[in-house]
């Protein structure tokens, strides 16, 4: 067994070690200082000296989030979901037949049929835009 541990706890993330000691900050860990930064739950010199950190490595961190196209959802992002119900409907003795062949999506103050072969990825784009999410 080496000289260097293989991970440690900070702050409840795991922080791996690699050989000759090179500690890995994961991108959660990263998000997590700079949310607590920004929140001002810790100071700088806090983070510093639990983690036996430079100040600039801790600037380096909110950067790297800044920049990053990972995208995190924390409890002050929003989050936007659509209810998406299936549902076979038979069509009535009087009615006009119900089309399978179509998306059906309806909204508060919509209803659009697509062709079933439309693209999944653009009937979520469509539906985050009728939503106001686009």
């Not at 037949?97 to 508060?108: E, L, S």
Request: some cysteine; charged content about 30%; glycine content about 6%.
């Amino acid at each position: 067994m080496g000289a260097f541990p293989q991970s440690f706890e900070v702050y409840g993330f795991t922080i791996e070690v690699h050989a000759g000691g090179r500690r890995v900050w994961s991108p959660s860990f990263k998000r997590f200082v700079k949310e607590k930064l920004d929140k001002g739950e810790l100071t700088l010199t806090d983070i510093m000296k639990t983690c036996n950190v430079s100040q600039s490595l801790v600037y380096k961190w909110r950067a790297d989030i800044k920049t990053s196209r990972i995208r995190s959802t924390t409890a002050t992002e929003e989050t936007f979901f659509s209810e998406v119900i299936v549902k076979e409907e038979r069509a009535k003795d009087d009615a006009a037949p119900v089309r399978q062949d179509q998306i059906h999506i309806c909204g508060r103050a919509f209803s659009l049929s697509l062709p079933a072969t439309y693209p999944a990825e653009d009937v979520v784009k469509i539906i985050l835009a009728v939503e106001g999410h686009a």
